[in-house]
């Protein structure tokens, strides 16, 4: 008996409906925060899921909740399909849950078409995507892939608790994190389905979005030196003023980001110990980011803004400096899976659009292992980490064929 591939969206939604009540009601929104209590007991529902769909499924020692169904051939690099459960505070209800719901249901479609595929299949829910008060992110992929490295797990909160504490008052082990590495040719291909979380597909008509490269990322804090003059008396033509300066660099971000059609700026914080209205700031700090989907243009963004920090001295008699704190460089998605996954779109009768992700996800760490592709399905107004992030279902049932349609064909290679 074969029933048709087709997912069942009415099941989605049960379960997409349950899975938002297992939140932390002192927060906003849908707050489910990696290793939280609610986020203890959706993982534990989500095993039991898992289970419930045919997975042989267990949590690792970082918490990601792994599930298998062994191929025809188990000896072959297997196909991991997945995303992640846990949100931001405040945060909505599609974000990462889209991918990991959509993935288990793929495993029922193979089953009730009865498809037993030659590859291993492995489903994921990787732990604590979104990052924490100790400034992490993408925790569980990072361990699977092997880089959530001990200065990661020796991070703190603002009170002193370590990522690896946080890990283990949720019941993981993080002392055992190299047992939940995976060798890099155990894996043929990483494929996730999320939300865009951005206004393109929307505004292009399209219903499914292949992704092309996940944004780099370069953070900076800008340390500006004015004169502590008294507020009052002192001409507005001879200040030296800290905070106009830490003002002027705010636009600055926002001017040279705006000039380039694939790139993003944003400011962290402004602050000041001076915050006296009578007294002029003899300090401000501004903390931001850039993004690009290509390395050669955030090196030009940091170059750009880099340039322009001199220019502002200038214009407010004050001295800055400048530091680049980290980045993270551009993840171009595999060309040879996305060509996969375009053509599994075009077999459902989509016609994808292309498109790089501002945002970061598991793929980033993934794609240190395996040849990584994404799928995006339209976000309501381009509306994500807020309570009012919303994706229609008949989309989600678009995705999770598309989804399907890539294991298969991956499989099939
Ligand atoms: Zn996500």
């Not at 951005?198 to 292009?204: F, I, K, Q, R, S």
């Not at 900076?220 to 030196?225: K, N, W």
Request: glycine share 10%; hydrophobic share 40%; charged share 20%.
């Amino acid at each position: 008996m074969t029933a048709p591939a087709t997912p069942e969206t009415e099941r989605f939604e049960r379960e997409w409906l349950h899975l938002a009540t297992l939140v932390d009601s002192d927060l906003p929104g849908w707050s489910r925060t990696g290793f939280s209590e609610e986020d203890r007991a959706a993982r534990a529902w989500l095993l039991a899921l898992m289970r419930d769909a045919g997975l042989d499924a267990y949590s690792d020692a970082a918490g990601n909740l792994i599930g298998s169904i062994e191929g025809t051939n188990p000896t072959a690099p297997a196909i991991v399909i997945g995303s992640h459960s846990d949100t931001v505070p405040g945060g909505g209800r599609f974000d990462g849950i889209v991918g990991i719901l959509g993935a288990i249901e793929v495993v029922r479609m193979l089953r009730a078409a009865n498809v037993r595929l030659r590859r291993t299949l492995r489903v994921v829910d990787f732990a604590n995507e979104e990052g924490n008060p100790q400034g992490v992110k993408l925790v569980g992929s990072r361990a699977i892939a092997g880089s959530l490295d001990r200065a990661a797990l020796e991070a703190v909160d603002a009170a002193g608790v370590t990522l690896a504490a946080l890990m283990t008052g949720a019941g993981h082990s993080p002392e055992l994190l190299s047992g939940a590495r995976w060798r890099p040719g155990d894996i043929d291909a990483y494929l996730e389905l999320h939300i865009e979380q951005g206004p393109v597909l929307t505004e292009a008509g399209a219903h499914i979005g292949v992704v092309t490269s996940i944004c780099g990322i370069s953070t900076f804090a800008l340390d500006v030196a004015g004169r502590r003059d008294h507020g009052g008396t002192m001409p507005m033509s001879t200040r030296s003023d800290a905070m106009c300066c830490a003002a002027d660099a705010v636009l600055s971000v926002q001017q040279i980001a705006s000039a380039r059609a694939e790139a993003v700026g944003t400011v962290g914080a402004v602050t000041t110990p001076s915050p006296l209205t009578n007294t002029i700031s003899e300090a401000a700090r501004v903390t931001g980011e850039f993004r690009s989907p290509s390395a050669a243009g955030l090196a030009e963004l940091r170059a750009e803004f880099s340039a322009t920090t001199a220019v502002r001295d200038r214009r407010h008699r004050t001295r800055s400096r400048l530091q680049w704190l980290h980045t993270d460089a551009p993840t171009p998605m595999d060309t040879g899976l996305s060509a996969i996954v375009v053509g599994a779109a075009e077999a459902a009768g989509e016609r994808p659009l292309r498109l790089y992700s501002g945002a970061t996800h598991d793929g980033v760490a993934m794609s240190e292992i395996a040849p990584s592709a994404m799928i995006f399905i339209p976000s309501r107004d381009g509306r994500s980490h807020c309570p009012e992030e919303w994706t229609e279902l008949a989309d989600i049932g678009r995705g999770i064929s598309v989804l399907y349609g890539s294991v298969i064909a991956v499989d099939a290679r």
